[in-house]
């Protein structure tokens, strides 16, 4: 015979501690890219998402309105860790005795490393956003973006130079690094997980080149 419930007794769902709306949402992030990472976004579903992040979909759609969304912002959550280590450098960086060349190597390693490591997913959300582009925000680069314009700036009056388009020469050099990471063996010929420290060295030496903007 099967005995009732001890009073006071609850299901393991409601004995379960209440999570915090910050908690929820970071872990369903983390589920999203194991899914995301295991069955591409196509063939990832939120229903699955949602149960490996103890939640319900209703909450998932709480934090972030489309798949779309939960997607990019699963990709670049861990781009924000990049992005803050520089501003810290940047912020720092008389303190710390920084130069322009380990600025540069402190951003460009930062940024090439996240890029190869999501190079699929990264491929992935720039064709969606190619063609649905009202899907998306600008995320992390918003942030990070305005600071290197100012690193620019600072960067070519303390090397006595005229001022430059410092938005044009951030976004270029970004698109060098973000090249070169997701298309390293289409556009370059070469395996960067086996070459990475010299394309690093060489990512290096142009966007100081592009800042500086050396003599030739």
Do not use: W
Request: glycine share 6%; proline share 3%; charged share 30%.
């Amino acid at each position: 015979m099967t005995g009732h419930p001890a009073a006071g007794s609850r299901s393991p769902a409601r004995a379960q501690t209440r999570r915090s709306s910050k908690t929820v949402r970071a872990d369903l992030l983390h589920a999203a890219r194991a899914v995301f990472g295991e069955r591409g976004f196509s063939g990832a579903r939120t229903r699955e998402i949602a149960e490996r992040a103890k939640a319900t979909e209703q909450m998932m759609y709480r934090h972030f309105r489309t798949k779309e969304e939960l997607f990019e912002q699963a990709v670049f959550e861990p781009f924000t860790h990049v992005v803050d280590e520089f501003i810290v450098e940047f912020t720092e960086r008389s303190v710390r005795g920084l130069s322009d060349e380990q600025l540069a190597r402190t951003y460009v390693t930062g940024l090439f490393g996240f890029l190869r490591e999501n190079r699929r997913d990264v491929l992935t959300l720039l064709t969606m956003r190619a063609h649905h582009p009202e899907l998306f925000s600008t995320g992390p680069l918003d942030k990070l973006f305005p600071v290197l314009e100012r690193a620019v700036d600072i960067g070519r009056r303390d090397h006595g130079q005229e001022a430059a388009n410092a938005r044009l020469t951030v976004r270029v050099t970004f698109g060098m690094v973000l090249s070169a990471a997701v298309l390293d063996e289409t556009l370059l010929g070469m395996d960067a997980d086996q070459e990475g420290d010299q394309l690093v060295d060489e990512l290096t030496a142009y966007v100081m080149a592009g800042v500086i903007r050396r003599a030739p």
